[in-house]
């Protein structure tokens, strides 16, 4: 990444490269920085904690959209119990279906 001082500035440098630009890791750091501006910590904290939290939150969300939609269409069944988070096991009645669908991916 390229950093570029601008005469006048007080605020620290601004980048010469584009948000479009900037590699996701990056602006995975910058992300971090945002919701916690007064962290810091070494490269292997960095990478240990707050990419992994950060990690963790995203593949957390996909699954949950992911699961939604297995629910949804019929290949898990969903369930819950008061005060208990929601539990995802395959429809039995789509096993077949499942090993199918994985013979078809190993061919």
Known sequence: ???????????????TVSA?????????ILSYLADN?????TVEGIAEWW???REIRDQTA????ALAGLAAAGWLVASRTTG???????????????????RERAS
């Open 1 to 15: 990444m390229i950093w570029a001082w601008h005469l006048g500035c007080t605020g620290g440098p601004r980048s």
């Open 20 to 28: 479009s630009a900037m590699d996701q890791l990056s602006r995975r």
């Open 37 to 41: 501006p007064e962290a810091n910590d």
């Open 51 to 53: 990419l992994l939290d």
């Open 62 to 65: 996909r699954v949950e959209r």
């Open 84 to 102: 208990s988070p929601t539990r995802y096991r395959l429809n039995p009645a789509r096993t077949a279906d499942v090993a199918a669908l994985r």
